[in-house]
């Protein structure tokens, strides 16, 4: 299994407590800047999805609740985006009018640059 894409018979449970089910929760003392409170209490929330073993961390706000929601939130996206097939991609031309538009500048160009060489000096 790759990277980018999920095995066939996964799928998104609609409700927040089979995907958390499916999934290894860890806490954390998430640090950083907001002073005592976050330095001393495990808010930081750390998902790893198992069947996949695609991984979110959520470590925003002030509450293990709240970034709990926010790292299933930010799950569903991640696995929403593995799930998601690409765009085909249309392969362009450039216009016949245009591509000749350039070959005139470019003889132009040289043609300009041809002017600027000195001269042969046939004295015969």
């Known amino acids: ?13 609609e409700e927040d407590e089979r995907l958390l089910a499916e999934c290894r929760l860890e806490t954390f003392r998430s640090g950083g800047p907001g002073g005592q409170h976050q330095n001393a209490t495990e808010s930081g929330v750390r998902l790893v999805h198992l069947p996949t073993g695609v991984r979110v961390v959520a470590r ?9 929601s926010i790292a299933l939130k930010r799950l569903r996206d991640k696995l929403a ?12 031309r450039v216009p016949a009018s245009e591509r000749a538009k350039r ?21 015969k």
């Open 60 to 68: 925003d706000e002030r509450s293990q609740y709240r970034n709990r």
């Open 103 to 123: 070959l005139q500048d470019k003889r132009k160009h040289a043609r300009k640059k041809d002017l600027r060489k000195r001269p042969d000096l046939d004295d």
């Open 81 to 92: 985006d593995l799930i998601r097939e690409p765009k085909l991609r249309v392969t362009s």
């Open 1 to 13: 299994m790759s990277e980018n894409q999920l095995p066939n018979d996964v799928m998104i449970p």
